[in-house]
């Protein structure tokens, strides 16, 4: 390995990232070489020296013990150390937590064009922590990242603008940021752009680029993106029908906890649609998609229970169920729970 292969994966070590074919002997020598320029008063090293502190990079690991030396490398003026120290500030790492002292570090490495910054002060404007809570400065400091090229950044102005938060409502202007962070590869983006294709909000409708956009987003386990990727294959919309193909990514939506997808998928193993047909599994998803919230689950699953089908009959059961559905608005259960009450009682 020469110096440069190993200044490399240091670096990375000290980003968190593990480090391979370096032995701790090495380590120790850079760590020491990182310390003394640190003592020297220079900032990068000073920056590079907390997180050998912080991670135990050739030295025990000493989470309060970086903090002060991530501080000496901000006051110097080091971009990196001013995310760090308001990072810190905001996660209590190593310094006792303090939101307005994070929010003042953030701004002050955000006025200077540090992205992660902008993108952090920006989310403390959303939030209302450390800072009075505003939309608009909210999107003032997402545009700046956004502006830098950070993804979720973009994805954010995107929402805002779409949704009108912060700023005046724009599809247009919308579309074109979820253009950028999609090809940045950031799942949120491409999902958001495909639904934009798919409603035809700031674009002209276009189903196949909508599923182009769900498919890059559910090969990346976005569980949004694979459910309505299978109910386009389901219908052919955009893309040629194929059920078995639907199923496997409407099911692979229910395995993340979608219950929507739940109750889809256990339709589908009562008619055998995509999948064989199976009224154990139709029953065990039913019951999942129930137990997750889901109003339509909970009303079929609430029917099946009052009548016998596919469970043993359990008609307070099924009241429970019908409750949680009204307590949703489900537009039958109210007339369903009040039918079974009034038939119990009478």
């Given at each position: 390995?020469?110096?440069?292969?190993?200044?490399?994966?240091?670096?990375?070590?000290?980003?968190?990232?593990?480090?391979?074919?370096?032995?701790?002997?090495?380590?120790?020598?850079?760590?020491?070489?990182?310390?003394?320029?640190?003592?020297?008063?220079?900032?990068?090293?000073?920056?590079?020296?907390?997180?050998?502190?912080?991670?135990?990079?050739?030295?025990?690991?000493?989470?309060?013990?970086?903090?002060?030396?991530?501080?000496?490398?901000?006051?110097?003026?080091?971009?990196?150390?001013?995310?760090?120290?308001?990072?810190?500030?905001?996660?209590?790492?190593?310094?006792?937590?303090?939101?307005?002292?994070?929010?003042?570090?953030?701004?002050k490495g955000a006025e200077k064009?540090?992205?992660?910054?902008?993108?952090?002060?920006?989310?403390?404007?959303?939030?209302?922590?450390?800072?009075?809570?505003?939309?608009?400065?909210?999107?003032?400091?997402?545009?700046?990242?956004?502006?830098?090229?950070?993804?979720?950044?973009?994805?954010?102005?995107?929402?805002?603008?779409?949704?009108?938060?912060?700023?005046?409502?724009?599809?247009?202007?919308?579309?074109?940021?979820?253009?950028?962070?999609?090809?940045?590869?950031?799942?949120?983006?491409?999902?958001?752009?495909?639904?934009?294709?798919?409603?035809?909000?700031?674009?002209?409708?276009?189903?196949?680029?909508?599923?182009?956009?769900?498919?890059?987003?559910?090969?990346?386990?976005?569980?949004?993106?694979?459910?309505?990727?299978?109910?386009?294959?389901?219908?052919g919309q955009g893309v040629r029908?194929d059920e078995q193909e639907a199923?496997?990514?409407?099911?692979?939506?229910?395995?993340?906890?979608?219950?929507?997808?739940?109750?889809?998928?256990?339709?589908?193993?009562?008619?055998?649609?995509?999948?064989?047909?199976?009224?154990?599994?139709?029953?065990?998803?039913?019951?999942?998609?129930?137990?997750?919230?889901?109003?339509?689950?909970?009303?079929?699953?609430?029917?099946?229970?009052?009548?016998?089908?596919?469970?043993?009959?359990?008609?307070?059961?099924?009241?429970?169920?019908?409750?949680?559905?009204?307590?949703?608005?489900?537009?039958?259960?109210?007339?369903?729970?009040?039918?079974?009450?009034?038939?119990?009682?009478?």
């Amino acid at each position: 390995m020469t110096p440069d292969e190993f200044r490399k994966q240091f670096s990375r070590a000290l980003r968190g990232y593990r480090v391979e074919g370096v032995s701790q002997r090495a380590l120790e020598h850079m760590f020491r070489d990182i310390k003394a320029n640190a003592e020297k008063g220079v900032a990068q090293a000073q920056w590079d020296y907390g997180n050998c502190l912080r991670y135990g990079w050739g030295t025990p690991k000493d989470e309060t013990g970086a903090f002060p030396w991530f501080m000496k490398s901000a006051e110097q003026g080091l971009l990196d150390g001013m995310f760090t120290v308001a990072a810190s500030f905001q996660k209590g790492w190593g310094v006792l937590r303090d939101f307005t002292e994070a929010a003042r570090w953030f701004r002050k490495g955000a006025e200077k064009g540090h992205a992660e910054c902008a993108f952090f002060l920006a989310a403390m404007y959303a939030a209302g922590e450390g800072v009075n809570q505003s939309l608009e400065e909210a999107f003032f400091w997402f545009l700046k990242a956004a502006e830098k090229g950070h993804a979720q950044a973009q994805e954010n102005v995107g929402r805002g603008l779409r949704a009108g938060l912060g700023v005046k409502r724009n599809d247009e202007e919308a579309v074109k940021w979820f253009q950028e962070a999609a090809e940045q590869g950031l799942a949120e983006a491409q999902y958001s752009l495909g639904t934009c294709w798919h409603e035809g909000r700031g674009v002209r409708r276009d189903d196949r680029k909508a599923v182009d956009c769900f498919r890059k987003a559910a090969e990346q386990k976005h569980v949004l993106a694979q459910y309505n990727l299978g109910v386009l294959l389901s219908v052919g919309q955009g893309v040629r029908l194929d059920e078995q193909e639907a199923a496997r990514w409407i099911r692979a939506a229910a395995e993340q906890g979608s219950g929507r997808a739940q109750f889809n998928l256990a339709v589908r193993f009562q008619k055998g649609e995509g999948v064989s047909k199976d009224d154990v599994e139709s029953m065990r998803w039913l019951r999942l998609s129930a137990e997750s919230g889901e109003p339509d689950g909970q009303i079929c699953l609430a029917r099946c229970l009052e009548i016998g089908q596919g469970v043993a009959k359990n008609e307070s059961e099924a009241l429970v169920w019908y409750r949680k559905a009204a307590s949703q608005r489900h537009p039958q259960a109210a007339k369903l729970l009040s039918d079974l009450e009034r038939r119990r009682s009478g």
